[in-house]
Nanobody
């Protein structure tokens, strides 16, 4: 069974940085793709980024491209979302997700979800 534990949210001023972590436990993670999503009150869930365990290939939504970077640490079974140049509009609850299917990186369909972590960017 896949379990995802997210950490690293918090409050930061505009222009600042935060790093989110998602610890993966379960079957062989190397075949999985990990995704990052965000959602705020009254807003649709937004697919932000994805990374493959196997080759660390990544996908980013246009809204975060150039500011957010996803990486993985195989030894720690953990993926990260480094968020730089944060803006107030990045304020949301951020989620980590996982899937074990061979679809394109930009596909937003995921099977397993971690809990959310609040990211608040003050102006």
């Amino acid at each position: 069974q896949v379990q995802l534990v997210v950490s690293g949210g918090g409050l930061v001023q505009a222009g600042g940085s935060l790093r989110l972590s998602c610890a993966f436990s379960g079957p062989t993670f190397s075949t999985f793709t990990m995704g990052w999503f965000r959602q705020g009150p009254g807003k649709e869930r937004e697919f932000v980024a994805a990374i493959k365990w196997s080759d660390a290939s990544t996908y980013y939504a246009n809204s975060v491209k150039g500011r957010f970077t996803s990486s993985r640490d195989n030894a720690k079974n953990t993926v990260y979302l480094q968020m730089n140049s944060l803006k107030p509009e990045d304020t949301d609850v951020y989620y980590c997700a996982a899937r074990n299917s061979a679809v394109r990186l930009s596909d937003p369909r995921y099977n397993y979800w971690g809990q959310g972590t609040q990211v608040t960017v003050s102006s």
